[in-house]
């Protein structure tokens, strides 16, 4: 990527409309302009987070599940995330984007799959309104989960749904927000949950749905050794090989976590331009394995970050997320198993890659006023100003912006959110969770 220094940024309406040294406007603009002063700033592209569950941010850290394995950490969560309602949505949601908005994401996803039994509200409604009042550009998914205990998988039978339920809402949430011009604040993306919650048919009609409206696709796959077993039990196929089966491969599908494919598999998701939605954060949380991120990117496939549910994570902290897929994958391949640059790539042009905004994922003329901007005079980067676009990622312990710009819009100033009052997200987020977790 080029990396400018000295340059003036001129954004007009959700544009970047120049880049040039010392832009002079007209004696008729320069009252009605803000001007920020970067001199001492780095300012980088937002960056997009594909993969995450909203709602989880009123579980996070619970002591039950602090140590378990994914299945058992799903099995004691369905019990409290079955009693989501109305107000747990808003808010959660307002908390998750509030705190990827201050780490540097500009647009995220949200993988909803959860709809209790007794849910009264439009929950994607809910989901958009919040995001709106912070002013995250937001392209959600339409989760599902239609194969309950009783049917063999995971879930509990009362957040389970009904084919017809899932794919009728579906097509409704899509007619209702998706709006695909390319700086749209509302996307709908369709994602069935998993192996182990979404039936073979409804993952073939979702499909179906999806590619007749021309939307990504999104699950989860090939997250845990429990997974593969599971899928060779259920099925007879490795959980890849049953996506194939089911037309999940190519450029409009993206699979959450990815860390168990053989090299074969691989060949197959760089064949098929599949992409991975890589959790580091969360895949070390639940140990549940390194993905092989510096092999896929070698292959040529598409690799974004998620920062994941914040009941496994336990936060959404988006560079936070890129400095462990860094360092993560230096675990496994050695010093240069990934550069500074290569994962804050993932986090802007992999992450615009997956959820099709091809309008986004640099600063250039032309494209959309998406940015994050840090304080390079921080007490957190000196010493580290030699390589002022690496330093955000090897140092610095808050990992959050001093701006944050969307749609040509600052959400985040001085480092507080614009449009909502802080404090008021974390009483009723707290007020929440101990309603919630008071349950067990």
């Known amino acids: 990527m080029d990396e400018l220094k000295g340059k003036d940024i001129l954004i007009r309406g959700n544009m970047i409309e120049k880049i040039e040294e010392d832009i002079e406007l007209s004696p008729r603009e320069s009252p009605l302009a803000e001007i920020i002063d970067c001199s001492s700033y780095l300012v980088v592209p937002g960056m997009i987070n594909t993969h995450h569950h909203l709602f989880q941010n009123l579980t996070r850290n619970l002591p039950k599940v602090q140590d378990a394995k994914l299945f058992d950490w799903l099995r004691n969560l369905y019990p409290i995330w079955k009693g989501i309602d109305e107000e747990a949505i808003y808010y959660s949601t307002l908390l998750g984007c509030g705190e990827l908005l201050k780490t540097g994401a500009t647009t995220t996803s949200d993988h909803h799959y959860l709809y209790p039994e007794d849910f009264g509200g439009d929950l994607l409604g809910i989901q958009f309104e919040a995001a ?14 239609t194969m309950s205990e009783k049917d063999g998988g995971l879930p509990p039978d009362e957040v389970s749904e009904s084919k017809k339920k899932v794919l009728e809402d579906s097509q409704r949430v899509i007619e209702e927000f998706h709006d695909p011009s390319p700086l749209s604040m509302r996307r709908i993306i369709l994602a069935p949950c998993s192996p182990f919650s979404a039936t073979k048919d409804l993952m073939q009609e979702t499909a179906q ?159 959309g006023a998406d940015l994050a901007l840090f304080a390079l005079s921080d007490l957190q980067y000196a010493g580290g100003l030699s390589d002022p676009l690496a330093t955000i990622v090897f140092a610095g312990y808050d990992h959050g912006t001093v701006y944050t710009i969307v749609n040509g819009k600052i959400v985040v100033r001085d480092g507080r959110l614009e449009n909502f009052d802080e404090d008021e997200i974390v009483r009723n987020v707290n007020r929440i969770s101990a309603r919630l977790t008071a349950q067990i």
């Open 132 to 145: 709106s009042k912070l002013g995250i550009r937001f392209s959600p998914s339409r989760g599902s989960m």
């Open 209 to 367: 749905l999806a590619r007749a409206y021309s939307l990504p696709l999104h699950t989860h796959l090939a997250e845990t050794l429990s997974e593969e077993e599971y899928c060779r039990e259920r099925f007879g196929k490795r959980p890849l090989e049953l996506m194939e089966e089911l037309n999940w491969l190519g450029g409009d599908v993206s699979f959450a976590h990815g860390i168990h494919f053989n090299d074969s598999e691989l060949d197959l998701l760089s064949r098929t331009k599949t992409a991975i939605s890589h959790c580091p954060t969360s895949n070390m949380r639940l140990g549940s394995g390194i993905a092989r991120i510096r092999e896929m990117l070698d292959l040529g496939i598409t690799v974004g970050l998620g920062v994941d549910g914040a009941s496994s994570n336990d936060s959404s902290d988006m560079l936070g997320e890129v400095r462990n897929a860094m360092l993560l994958q230096r675990v496994k391949y050695g010093a240069g198993g990934l550069s500074a640059r290569e994962a804050l790539s993932l986090a802007i042009k992999g992450g615009a890659k997956i959820l099709n905004f091809p309008a986004l994922g640099s600063i250039e003329e032309e494209k």
